[in-house]
């Protein structure tokens, strides 16, 4: 994985430097292993760094091995696989992301936030995740907010990932990722005070959190069959677009 850096060069807060070069080849290696194989690896440690400086590295891999089930309950689709890491980490290069802190292009950003979406910070079970998946699949789909939405974002995966056979039902699902983003961001959701569940665990809570898990397993097995497909045809962006033709 091509992570690096030339020494010889003068950085200022070289150590600090160092550190974030750690952390990003382990959110590289995170990636590669996991598109190769969905679900293959999670990395829970505190890192000491530079000067004792500790830091916490939280990546949490459920929802991506949880793909393999969604797409069998939706009758294979989106087809998940088990690609050959190297051909992960080829194209994973080819895209020249290096050191970037900031996005630049779409695919970028679909790659940092499923790095957000993978950020663990309770238990898994923090709404914020819907967020970060339709962020990730908006950026892959480039959707733009004055599109229309959720009806260019349905068209645009079917083109992507082809044809579903449970058309109806996976339409149902897109809809309902939406309409728990809109509540949650508008503040229409019933929220259940933060560490809550630590000490309390009732059927009001258990719901609330098979909807939660049941919608980011969709939408992680989204995400992941996305890039799949891009690492398969060997493609760095995708471009959509409308034409008509008179005979």
């Not at 690096?4 to 995170?30: A, G, K, M, Q, W």
């Not at 505190?46 to 004792?52: C, D, G, M, Q």
């Not at 499923?114 to 995740?129: E, I, Q, R």
């Not at 961001?185 to 005070?193: A, F, P, R, S, Y």
């Amino acid at each position: 994985m091509n992570i690096s850096y030339d020494n010889s060069v003068e950085i200022p807060n070289r150590e600090n430097f160092e550190n974030f070069l750690i952390t990003s080849y382990l959110d590289v290696l995170f990636l590669c292993l996991n598109l190769s194989l969905p679900g293959s690896l999670s990395i829970k440690s505190s890192v000491i760094f530079h000067r004792n400086f500790n830091d916490d590295i939280n990546l949490f891999s459920g929802y991506l091995h949880s793909s393999f089930n969604v797409s069998s309950k939706f009758g294979g689709w989106p087809q998940i696989q088990v690609l050959p890491l190297k051909d992960v980490v080829n194209w994973y290069n080819s895209l020249n992301v290096g050191l970037k802190i900031k996005a630049e292009n779409d695919l970028e950003r679909t790659l940092f936030s499923l790095l957000y979406f993978c950020n663990d910070t309770h238990a898994g079970y923090n709404p914020s995740l819907v967020v970060w998946i339709i962020q990730g699949l908006e950026s892959f789909f480039g959707i733009k907010s004055n599109d229309s939405i959720i009806r260019t974002l349905k068209r645009r995966i079917f083109l992507h990932l082809g044809a579903t056979e449970q058309n109806k039902v996976v339409n149902k699902k897109i809809n309902e990722f939406y309409d728990y983003r809109s509540k949650f961001v508008h503040g229409d959701m019933e929220i259940l005070k933060y560490g809550s569940d630590k000490f309390l665990r009732e059927k009001s809570i258990d719901d609330y959190y098979s909807k939660l898990i049941e919608l980011s397993d969709f939408g992680a097995t989204l995400i992941i069959s996305c890039l799949q497909k891009m690492i398969t045809n060997d493609c760095k962006s995708i471009e959509f677009k409308e034409t008509i033709e008179y005979k």
